[in-house]
């Protein structure tokens, strides 16, 4: 007994016919008929009782056929289980990040996926979150590390890193350097200095404006990289919006909360549900680098 023999012998049972199991097997009618019976001279029994061009499973024949599937299903299971090893030796992962944002974590879990499966490619590309999230969606980036307003994006695959609250950063000295706290009304009587739209934090901005006061934000400056808007700030340019961690990062400028914005600014991974082998080994990588943030 063979695979072969099997699988011919689940297609006549299926179509019912020898012609049409030859036709789906691609092999002639009297091969598929000649490696049948010698499946019922191994197991001493006739599968088919055969009228015509017809044939139909005997009371043997259907006892056969649900294992003879099961033989099938595992053999294409064990197949599947090569092919998932095959695409963690060779492969492309292309991975995205918004712009200018020195994410340790993920370069964590860059090295040290490429340390345990070095034949795969890695591409790394920057954009704004607004990009990056359009790009999963058409298969142009793997999974991407993104910026996004409130909530993940839906139809996708999605695990939050952290999600954090707006703030303002001023020079010592400026006018709004001595308050507590500042609404966003407020905040329009500033020049401000903020990312472009399409990244989390612009998102966020934008919609506490027209939650808040029924307006856009008039922006004054925008800079791709958060420590380019803090620079900015700190040269009295205006008051830069940035989340609480990237405002950590500038301990001269003074942080001053924003007030009455329930919107977080999200960090967040996101891809496609469906895996591939190397997604999903990167994915465990990813997990572990960024543990500590969450």
């Known amino acids: 007994m063979d695979l072969r023999q099997l699988e011919y012998f689940v297609a006549v049972a299926e179509t019912g016919s020898f012609t049409r199991a ?64 095959k695409g963690l030796i060779r492969g492309r992962l292309t991975i995205g990040m918004v712009t200018g944002c020195e994410i340790a974590p993920l370069f964590d879990a860059l090295a040290a996926f490429h340390h345990e499966h070095p034949g795969i490619e890695l591409e790394l590309a920057e954009a704004n979150s607004d990009q990056l999230v359009a790009g999963v969606r058409a298969g142009a980036f793997d999974i991407v590390l993104a910026g996004l307003a409130g909530e993940p994006p839906e139809h996708l695959a999605s695990q939050v890193i952290v999600g954090e609250r707006l703030v303002a950063l001023t020079a010592p000295g400026g006018r709004l350097a001595e308050r507590d706290g500042v609404t966003v009304t407020e905040l329009m009587s500033y020049p401000l200095i903020c990312l472009p739209r399409g990244t989390g934090i612009r998102d966020v901005l934008d919609q506490a404006f027209t939650a808040g006061a029924g307006l856009r934000p008039e922006v004054a400056l925008v800079a791709t990289a958060p420590d380019t808007v803090a620079g900015l700030a700190r040269r009295g340019l205006g008051v830069a919006v940035l989340s609480e961690s990237m405002a950590a990062a500038h301990s001269d400028l003074v942080c001053v909360p924003i007030e009455g914005v329930e919107i977080l600014a999200l960090l967040a991974l996101v891809w496609q549900e469906r895996t591939s082998p190397a997604l999903a080994a990167f994915l465990r990588h990813c997990r572990t680098a960024f543990e500590p943030m969450g």
Do not use: N, P, W
Request: hydrophobic share 45%; net charge neutral; proline share 0%.
């Open 22 to 85: 030859a036709q789906r097997v691609h092999i002639t009618q009297s091969g598929v008929s000649a490696q049948i019976k010698a499946l019922e001279h191994e197991l001493g029994a006739e599968l088919f009782l055969r009228s015509g061009r017809t044939a139909r499973l005997t009371e043997a024949g259907s006892a056969a056929l649900r294992h003879a599937r099961a033989a099938l299903d595992s053999t294409l299971g064990l197949r599947d289980a090569i092919d998932d090893v």
